[in-house]
């Protein structure tokens, strides 16, 4: 007799982020839109691309797909963890060019987003783990393990006093999942900050998740745009990145995962947790799209960084106006120098959904109720600055 997997039918029940946006915040527009039809709406929800894929990126797929389809020059199957020419570009042309840190090939695995990936690592270790996440955190830390059974739950908050940077934790955890430059709060972790992180991991057996999908967009000077920036992170660290939001490959889908040979836990030899994600990976996953990876080869060239610094420009332009722009007003703002997403901090004592109903009301504009993304979100809302300039600008202009 089957039975079901409990821990995602636990998970069946409307409560998931992307449940509760598809229903409560789709509903709420929806019903809005209804009542007032003449009326503009701005949606800086979602945190979706706006802009296009650089000419560079779509001249490589059309190329791909011409090989594909050509009998002498077709190919099947790769190598599972990815293009070894994707790999040594992520290792020559971001870690060693823009971080400063050398990697081997075999230490970088290509996925099809940073979504499986930062769900999926947590496979590496015992559901007996506890968890530390930041709160606010984004969903996914938390609902990846749910989904896998892990119930060890600890929470560090982030709020005005901290910058939104939580403090170590205080009890012994051993995962630690962090996301710099951050989704939802737009913060940032100074080289110092994370140097704390790196201590505690190493002195408790602890590894961190790192998620630096965002690290393209950090401009200020001695931001770390990635852990291995800190001494003795490869021994204690996994880093995740994405094109999604640098080059507009939502929709394509591509990312990496750098798991170091020299990460070890309790009961772990050098280079055994990177051959176990490999073997993993060869029983789970067969690779991300051979054609997405021929984007990914073409964004890391220097013509298309320097058209995915256009898009980052444009984007970062954004968050500018948008903070601007209801700074002007009166709202208190967080985030969006280094970072595609603004914090807004609800008026008076209104809570995130009050503030949701109200911004949508009185200018249009759609964001996320902090709430959504844990107890510690309450009073604020996410605005994502990866919409078009022209609805930003406008928006912020548009108070009824
Ligand atoms: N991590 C963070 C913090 C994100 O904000 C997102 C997407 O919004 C992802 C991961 C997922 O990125 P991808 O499109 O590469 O799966």
Known sequence: MA?????????????????????????????????????????????????????????????????????NTYTGYEDINGNPELKKSVCDKYYQEKIGVEFDSSEIFISDGAQSSLSNLQELFGLDNSVALQNPTYPAFIEGNSLAGRSQFIELHCHEQNNFVPQTPQEKVDLIYLCFPNNPTGAVATKEQLKGFVDYARSHQAVIIFDAVYSWFVNTPNIPRSIYEIEGAKECAIEINSFSKIASFTGLRLGWSVVPHSLTIKNTTFGELNQMWSIRNSIKFWGASNLAQQGGIAVLSAQGQKECQQNINYYLTNAHLLRQGLSNQGFNCFGGTDNPFIWLKAPGKMTSWQFFDNLLQEMGIVGIPGCLFGESGEGYLRLSALASQKEIAEAVQNRS
């Open 3 to 71: 039975t079901k997997n409990i821990a995602l039918s636990q998970l069946n029940n409307g409560s998931t982020y992307n449940e509760i946006f598809n229903r409560d915040i789709i509903g709420k527009v929806k019903l809005f839109q209804a009542s007032y039809p003449q009326k503009k709406i701005y949606m800086m929800g979602w945190g979706d691309t706006s802009q296009p894929l650089p000419a560079t990126v779509v001249r490589a797929l059309i190329d791909g797909a011409t090989k594909l389809g050509n009998l």
